[in-house]
């Protein structure tokens, strides 16, 4: 993708004259060089308030937060997903067109925000009555319905920029709402506890959605779009909603299968087991991170590819792309199983050390959701929502099933299993989904298969046998045998040189990125 700042719209006009994959290494260097930014400013707050609030209280704070986050989910109806498939698609095929989704995309959503807001301002004292049993915290969920909506708004405005493919402008709104909300959130903590930490979200949610609305007008005005505001099209709106609306209830299904597995562990379990399972939960974060921020630009940039190529040529694309994720997430993982008790110890404290009992399955349940993401991102491009909707209900089940068969026993390590279980099934059926339904053909996945299976025993074994030494030790010897394992036997030539492009290509859009949005070596030349 061409740099928006100083060549509008050219990935639209003119295609043929970049690859797709020239296009898509250059979207994902920008927002992953952002993303590390960011992540690493996100990945601080829940360790500055795991230390700040200790583990009651930082158990009451996720609670808060996931309720807020699955309400966030509702409130978006489905648009911001809409907003990242169709505007690309329609920037290529009917301009016209792309300016009415656009519309109609963002004013539903806000709306749809600021009532699912005001909902849930006025109905916290009957949550924390009826389903937590603590009238003391319906305060908390107050100040959670301010989140919510500044949330909310801020995702329709980061779908907006994806769909116009302005990740450098995407990546700069994520630094600017990590950083403020860092700032903001440690002075809350600091002060005024839990209360003064959910202030901080909302300001850092605000500040961020700022930024994203100056963004949004920049690349509506670049892109040329002639955008009314008051105009209204009821067959541009059912296209909207035929995909929309399975995406949303597959939206509702999955976040409130996560707010139901951690309620039903502080209802079992106490507060305390879920701010254990929320520090094992960074793990997570920390596996999904680097092929997340890879994938941002997977919808996008696959939606317009499934419009303007032939089946063969989508098809080795979505091979590839599960086999570079995969390949990415693998070594981090492994990693993450065998480092989880000195980092536990070092940045949370001991009070938290039996949380690194829970990370190898977290981990590992971790790397099945980057493989059912990979291949459903194919699955969103093509518009199978329905299908999509039906396959998260299974996981949910299974999920949920297990939740209330493992947790009131095992607390936290019961609902890390189910975790690890649930994905690893969910994995296996979107596959043979992708395989048997759509047609899509995987090269060159038996070898990788193979290497998961022995990093899951051997950091299993090394996990539940060595001390902390010992694993850092097999940490450092094994996982570089594992990265080049992966380099000679999984990828393929074509892989490698994509590889080698992308790395190039990182430093490169560090350095326009940097150039362009903070003046750095503005008079320098490439």
Same mark, same amino acid.
């Given at each position: 993708?061409?740099?928006?700042?100083?060549?509008p719209?050219?990935?639209?006009?003119?295609?043929?004259q970049?690859?797709?994959?020239?296009?898509?290494?250059?979207?994902?260097?920008?927002?992953?060089?952002?993303?590390?930014?960011s992540?690493?400013?996100?990945?601080?707050?829940?360790?500055?308030?795991?230390?700040?609030?200790?583990?009651?209280?930082?158990g009451?704070?996720?609670?808060v937060m996931? !309720?807020?986050?699955?309400?966030?989910?509702?409130?978006?109806?489905?648009q911001?997903?809409a907003?990242a498939?169709f505007?690309?698609?329609?920037?290529?095929?009917?301009?016209?067109?792309?300016?009415?989704?656009?519309?109609?995309c963002?004013?539903?959503?806000?709306?749809?925000?600021?009532?699912?807001?005001?909902?849930?301002?006025?109905?916290?004292?009957?949550?924390?009555?009826s389903?937590?049993?603590?009238?003391d915290?319906?305060?908390?969920?107050?100040?959670?319905a301010?989140?919510?909506?500044?949330?909310?708004?801020?995702?329709?405005?980061?779908?907006?920029?994806?769909?116009?493919?302005?990740f450098?402008?995407?990546?700069?709104?994520?630094?600017?709402?990590?950083?403020l909300? #860092?700032?903001?959130?440690w002075?809350?903590?600091?002060?005024?506890?839990?209360?003064?930490?959910?202030i901080?979200?909302?300001?850092?949610?605000?500040?961020?959605?700022?930024?994203?609305?100056?963004a949004?007008?920049?690349?509506?005005?670049?892109?040329?779009?002639?955008?009314?505001w008051?105009?209204w099209?009821?067959p541009v709106m059912?296209?909207?909603?035929?995909?929309?609306?399975?995406a949303h209830?597959?939206?509702?299904?999955?976040?409130?299968?996560?707010?139901?597995?951690?309620t039903?562990?502080?209802?079992?379990?106490?507060?305390?087991?879920?701010? !254990?399972?929320?520090?094992a939960?960074?793990?997570?974060? !920390?596996?999904?991170?680097?092929?997340?921020?890879?994938s941002?630009?997977a919808?996008?940039?696959?939606?317009?590819?499934?419009?303007t190529?032939?089946?063969?040529?989508?098809?080795?694309?979505?091979?590839?792309?599960l086999?570079?994720?995969w390949?990415?997430?693998?070594?981090?993982?492994?990693?993450?199983? !065998?480092?989880?008790r000195?980092?536990?110890?070092?940045?949370?404290?001991p009070?938290?050390?039996?949380?690194?009992?829970?990370?190898?399955?977290?981990?590992?349940?971790?790397?099945?959701?980057?493989i059912?993401?990979?291949?459903?991102?194919?699955?969103?491009?093509?518009?199978?929502?329905?299908e999509?909707?039906?396959?998260?209900?299974?996981?949910?089940v299974?999920?949920?099933?297990?939740? #209330?068969?493992?947790?009131g026993?095992?607390?936290?390590k019961g609902?890390?299993?189910?975790?690890?279980?649930?994905?690893?099934?969910?994995?296996l059926?979107?596959w043979?989904?992708?395989?048997r339904?759509?047609?899509?053909?995987?090269?060159?996945?038996?070898?990788?298969t193979?290497?998961?299976?022995?990093a899951?025993?051997?950091a299993y074994g090394?996990?539940?046998? #060595?001390?902390?030494?010992?694993?850092?030790l097999?940490a450092?010897?094994?996982?570089p045998?594992?990265?080049?394992?992966?380099?000679?036997?999984?990828?393929d030539?074509?892989?490698?040189?994509?590889?080698?492009?992308?790395?190039?290509?990182?430093?490169?859009?560090?350095?326009?990125?940097?150039?362009?949005?903070f003046?750095?070596?503005?008079?320098?030349?490439?």
């Amino acid at each position: 993708m061409n740099n928006i700042s100083t060549t509008p719209i050219a990935s639209w006009t003119e295609p043929q004259q970049r690859s797709f994959s020239e296009r898509y290494t250059e979207a994902a260097s920008y927002s992953f060089v952002a993303a590390i930014i960011s992540r690493l400013l996100t990945f601080l707050q829940p360790v500055i308030l795991a230390r700040y609030l200790g583990k009651e209280f930082f158990g009451i704070f996720s609670i808060v937060m996931a !309720l807020a986050m699955m309400l966030t989910g509702f409130a978006a109806f489905g648009q911001t997903s809409a907003l990242a498939k169709f505007l690309p698609e329609y920037l290529v095929k009917d301009r016209k067109r792309a300016a009415m989704v656009l519309v109609h995309c963002v004013l539903v959503a806000s709306t749809l925000a600021l009532l699912v807001g005001v909902m849930f301002l006025f109905s916290a004292p009957l949550m924390a009555r009826s389903i937590y049993h603590r009238p003391d915290l319906a305060s908390y969920f107050r100040l959670a319905a301010a989140i919510v909506v500044a949330l909310s708004l801020f995702s329709v405005g980061t779908s907006m920029l994806m769909g116009f493919q302005s990740f450098d402008e995407y990546g700069r709104a994520l630094i600017g709402q990590a950083a403020l909300q #860092l700032a903001a959130v440690w002075v809350g903590v600091a002060f005024w506890g839990l209360t003064g930490a959910l202030i901080g979200i909302t300001i850092g949610a605000a500040a961020g959605l700022g930024l994203v609305m100056q963004a949004g007008k920049d690349a509506i005005r670049k892109s040329g779009l002639s955008v009314r505001w008051k105009e209204w099209s009821w067959p541009v709106m059912r296209e909207i909603l035929n995909f929309s609306v399975p995406a949303h209830l597959s939206g509702l299904v999955v976040a409130p299968a996560f707010w139901a597995a951690n309620t039903a562990l502080a209802v079992k379990s106490g507060f305390a087991e879920v701010g !254990l399972f929320n520090v094992a939960f960074v793990f997570w974060q !920390l596996v999904l991170f680097v092929p997340q921020n890879l994938s941002v630009p997977a919808l996008p940039f696959m939606s317009e590819m499934q419009a303007t190529v032939n089946w063969e040529r989508f098809s080795r694309a979505v091979s590839r792309n599960l086999r570079a994720m995969w390949a990415v997430a693998l070594p981090i993982c492994f990693i993450c199983s !065998l480092l989880a008790r000195p980092v536990v110890h070092f940045l949370y404290g001991p009070q938290y050390a039996a949380a690194a009992d829970l990370v190898l399955l977290i981990t590992f349940a971790a790397l099945w959701v980057v493989i059912s993401s990979a291949i459903g991102y194919a699955v969103a491009s093509l518009g199978k929502m329905w299908e999509a909707l039906a396959l998260n209900s299974m996981w949910a089940v299974t999920m949920l099933g297990l939740v #209330l068969w493992w947790v009131g026993g095992r607390g936290s390590k019961g609902l890390a299993a189910a975790y690890f279980v649930s994905y690893l099934l969910f994995a296996l059926v979107v596959w043979q989904y992708s395989e048997r339904w759509l047609g899509v053909r995987y090269a060159r996945t038996a070898g990788i298969t193979l290497l998961t299976m022995g990093a899951l025993v051997l950091a299993y074994g090394v996990s539940h046998s #060595l001390a902390t030494v010992g694993s850092c030790l097999v940490a450092a010897l094994l996982a570089p045998f594992l990265i080049m394992s992966e380099w000679k036997w999984i990828l393929d030539e074509n892989d490698r040189n994509l590889v080698r492009q992308a790395v190039a290509r990182l430093g490169l859009a560090g350095k326009r990125w940097g150039r362009n949005k903070f003046g750095w070596n503005r008079c320098g030349s490439d």
